[in-house]
């Protein structure tokens, strides 16, 4: 059992740290950095297996060296005493290992979580303290564990896990149920190494002469312990339940711990005297006497270090007993529930590794709540993106386009100076031109001015010359001279047409145009269209036949089946014929899961005959006929069919026999016909 529990444990610790290796890799770098929440977490974890160890390594050293059969056992050699002695100081210095590792275990589920982890950094100290466990545990596996094997390293390890409390925590206070629970283990243990050591003490006695009255007061030191470990069974039954008001004076600690401390130094004291006497009585022979006398220097020196009153053995009875009654009153207090109105509830505060672990799941939801923006925005800007590419695409395009334009207005304005240089040019020519007229009409005129001129002269002359005449004789009619004056036509010259081109009027005509054509386009499609509809609907109705495929309905029938099929398997059920199920009995119920099964071979049967008839369609002649009465299988394909269901008969053989008579098939292969044929005919 013990190597099985073993083998059962170890299996246990590789999975687990397997378990942890595995959790630490999914883990940030920073949650197992040095002096981060993994080395806090290690440090509770590692004084967690420290208490565990401790408390395992006393049950064992205590079975082991037979501690608890020395305490009953009456037989026991003085060897076997002193190993049991031994055995209870070694689990007395483990139990007070224990209370301080747990002390100071509790003390770190109470503290902030800054001094948490804080506290992480001593956990690569902790191996010191493993190393003596593990020390020890190698002594007890291999059987070498005894007096001579030193226990200065766990009082050392116990005394550094008091002072790291009292570094730490200095500020924070046991509760009293805590204190009494470990000052009860602790005096428990004392009283059972004190019973040991007066059980070897009274082993001594017997080879000494006379050494009844001391027997007698090691008896005593017996019953006080059982008189111990009775009151501690009452403090215990009438301790108040986790949860309800419990609390005892400062007095009543300090009684706690004065009774703890003088019962160590008292069990010390009988520790140190035993081992002297046994020391002494081993080094006389058997053929000698031992007197009282004789050992009563060892017992005084040996007792001298507790107590204040009397000498030898008398002094630690009296020191022991000495101490009952404050615990016996303390018993009957709290029997009497005085100590259950002091004080608060035990209320348990929060560890700083769960405020940790909380903070850890606050800060991964907010980091899912940012991650979840985080891919929200990173779409946002994938859309804004998205749009930006395609607004750039629409600005190129634009681009283009007023590259395009910017060309053309280059093109236009090109194309617009050489016409304004021509009509430039034009101007100039039909500027020379009217100049060249101008002066000609200016010679013009002036020649006409000088014929004006001349015939005013002589219209003058010629006047003068009438009125000499009239004066001379009258004359019948006057003869009236009409000059006709043929000037050159007034200054004027052939105007200068300058054309345009894209001007605005030939544009808005062209637009116009184009409108036009636009309407005249859609209204002939609209015409084209509604002809088409017109010859659509005169058109007959279009009936596209149906395709039907049998061997489809099959295969969804085949696997309508097999899913019926996996149901079954899959939801395979016990039948109970001892209960009834939903007020039907086991019978019923079976009937009804046989007419299901024998439904679905039904079905199964059924679509087996389909699917070899529509094989049989499907291969052509030799399968079906259909007939005006109804489709039946060929005797060709029946045949097939028995050849494939049932063997073929190749022979008869008749075989007397006695009683029995009968026709049996038999199924044989080519090798054996032949055998047979061999056998009933041979060959001449």
Aim: hydrophobic content about 35%; charged content about 25%; proline content about 3%.
């Amino acid at each position: 059992a013990v190597v099985s529990t073993q083998s059962t444990g170890n299996v246990l610790v590789v999975s687990g740290n397997e378990e942890a290796r595995l959790l630490k890799l999914f883990f940030p770098e920073r949650f197992s950095a040095p002096g981060s929440d993994y080395e806090a977490i290690k440090l509770i974890l590692e004084l967690k297996r420290l208490a565990l160890t401790s408390e395992v390594l006393a049950k064992v050293t205590a079975k082991q060296l037979k501690l608890s059969d020395s305490l009953t056992d009456t037989r026991l050699t003085l060897l076997q005493h002193d190993k049991a002695v031994y055995a209870a100081g070694l689990v007395l210095e483990l139990t007070h290992f224990r209370v301080a590792v747990s002390s100071f275990e509790r003390c770190i589920n109470q503290c902030d979580p800054e001094t948490f982890l804080r506290l992480g950094r001593i956990s690569s100290e902790l191996s010191t303290h493993t190393n003596v466990l593990v020390t020890l545990r190698s002594h007890l596996e291999k059987g070498i564990l005894d007096e001579g094997t030193p226990l200065s390293p766990l009082t050392n390890s116990t005394s550094a896990f008091q002072g790291l409390r009292n570094t730490y925590f200095a500020d924070i206070k046991p509760s009293c149920r805590e204190i009494l629970t470990d000052d009860m283990l602790v005096m428990q243990v004392l009283c059972e190494g004190i019973t040991a050591t007066a059980k070897k003490l009274i082993a001594c006695f017997l080879r000494v002469q006379e050494g009844s009255v001391l027997a007698e007061k090691a008896s005593c030191l017996k019953s006080l312990c059982g008189e111990f470990l009775r009151t501690m069974r009452r403090i215990k039954n009438f301790v108040p339940a986790h949860g309800k008001p419990f609390s005892f004076p400062q007095e009543t600690d300090e009684m706690l711990t004065a009774t703890v401390s003088e019962l160590c130094s008292s069990f010390a004291a009988l520790q140190t005297t035993a081992t002297n006497l046994s020391q002494y009585i081993s080094g006389v022979s058997e053929e000698d006497l031992i007197t009282v006398p004789d050992i009563e220097d060892i017992i005084k020196k040996g007792c001298s270090s507790t107590g204040v009153t009397g000498h030898g053995l008398e002094r630690v009875v009296a020191h022991v007993s000495s101490l009952l009654p404050a615990l016996q009153q303390m018993a009957t207090n709290i029997q009497d529930g005085e100590f259950d109105q002091q004080g608060d509830l035990d209320t348990k505060s929060e560890p700083p590794y769960d405020m940790r672990a909380k903070l850890f799941k606050e800060q991964f939801a907010l980091a899912d709540q940012l991650k979840g923006q985080l891919e929200f925005k990173h779409t946002e800007n994938f859309e804004l993106k998205k749009m930006v590419r395609i607004k750039e695409e629409e600005v190129s395009q634009q681009a283009v386009k007023a590259d395009m334009l910017e060309r053309r207005l280059e093109n236009a304005r090109k194309d617009g100076d050489s016409k304004l240089e021509v009509v430039k040019q034009e101007l100039a020519d039909a500027k020379k031109m009217i100049s060249g007229k101008d002066k000609q009409f200016e010679e013009t005129m002036d020649r006409l001015q000088e014929d004006i001129d001349s015939l005013e002269a002589e219209k003058g002359t010629l006047r003068t010359k009438l009125e000499q005449a009239s004066k001379r004789a009258p004359r019948a009619h006057y003869t009236e001279s009409i000059l006709t004056e043929q000037g050159a036509a007034a200054a004027g010259g052939s105007g200068v047409r300058v054309i345009l081109e894209d001007s605005p009027a030939t544009l808005s005509k062209l637009e116009c145009l184009q409108s036009y054509a636009h309407l005249m386009q859609e209204e002939n499609v609209k015409l084209m269209a509604n002809d088409i509809k017109t010859k659509l609907a005169a058109l007959p109705t279009l009936n596209i036949p149906k395709l039907y495929d049998p061997m489809i309905e099959v295969e969804k029938a085949v696997n309508e089946l097999h899913q019926k099929l996996l149901a079954m398997v899959a939801n395979t059920k016990v039948l109970d014929i001892t209960k009834t199920v939903y007020g039907r009995t086991p019978k019923e119920v079976w009937k009804e899961q046989t007419a299901t099964q024998s439904c679905l071979h039904n079905e199964y049967l059924r679509l087996k005959l389909q699917a070899q008839k529509e094989m049989g369609r499907y291969y052509g002649v030799g399968g079906f006929v259909q007939t005006s009465a109804g489709e039946f299988i060929t005797p060709e394909f029946v045949h097939v069919l028995m050849e494939k269901e049932i063997p073929q008969l190749l022979g008869k053989v008749t075989i007397p026999c006695g009683k029995e008579e009968g026709r049996y098939k038999v199924l044989l292969d080519r090798k054996e016909i032949d055998s047979l044929n061999t056998r009933l005919l041979p060959t001449q």
